[in-house]
């Protein structure tokens, strides 16, 4: 069956650094990845969209890229900022769905001042 | 800006009661989801709908039914609340233009005594 990792729970770095998010997946090709930002107590919300044929996706101070061939995606914070601290959740497209995802446990990212 | 809304953000409730969790949103999306999440164990789907009056099991749907009578309406129904449905629950809801990426709703956190 499909499955779907965030290797780290907690990441914890200095404001000012590049956070770097890994997600894995296995017995899968998804068409598509995508990032998303939950607060504590607050629904998650919709960061970025990677497609299958796209190697890199940049908005603002994050960028995101997708290997197929290593089926990981990797989730870049420049110059990160304490307002960056929240939990990351990979999602990726269910098998056989009409827009389905698949989510990761999530990496909690703390940014220290 | 797309607003997903859930009629509470937290609610107790005793069991073997009947709990209905509304969720609206007001983009026109063809597709809504219901999702619990809890800690460990992340994002799981229980149900969703790809349009009116239809509705599909999800990952975990044992406990629980859905309702789609409106478009921009989904409701989840907890026919006999048990202590094991106590959980954060996550509305969402995609689809305008194509579009893949989920719109989530605040949560309700309910709690089941």
Not at chain 1, 31 to 53: C, H, S
Request: positive net charge; proline residues 4%.
């Amino acid at each position: 069956s499909q499955k779907i990792e965030q290797n780290s729970e907690a990441l914890n770095i200095q404001e000012g650094k590049t956070a770097t998010l890994t997600c894995n997946y296995t017995n899968y090709s998804p068409a598509y990845l995508q990032w998303y930002r939950q607060d504590p107590g607050r629904g998650p919300v919709f960061l970025l969209l990677i497609r299958e044929n796209e190697k890199e996706k940049r908005k603002e101070r994050l960028k995101v890229t997708f290997d197929t061939t290593l089926k990981q995606s990797l989730f870049h914070i420049t110059a990160s900022q304490p307002a960056d601290s929240a939990t990351y959740l990979c999602a990726l497209e269910k098998r056989g769905s009409q827009g389905n995802l698949i989510f990761g446990k999530g990496t909690k990212l703390s940014v220290k001042p | 800006d797309v607003k997903v809304t859930q009629s509470s953000r937290y609610l107790v409730k005793r069991t073997g009661e009947k709990v209905f969790l509304e969720c609206v949103q007001d983009m026109d999306h063809e597709n809504m989801f219901w999702y619990r999440q809890d800690p460990g164990l992340g994002l799981r789907l229980i149900y969703f709908s790809y349009d009116v009056k239809m509705k599909e099991k999800g990952d975990i749907p044992e406990g629980y039914s859905v309702s789609r009578e409106k478009k921009e309406r989904f409701s989840l129904i907890l026919e006999s609340a048990s202590t094991n449905q106590t959980s954060m629950y996550l509305c969402a809801s995609s689809g305008g233009m194509g579009g893949l990426e989920q719109y989530f709703g605040p949560g309700t956190r309910l709690t089941v005594t």
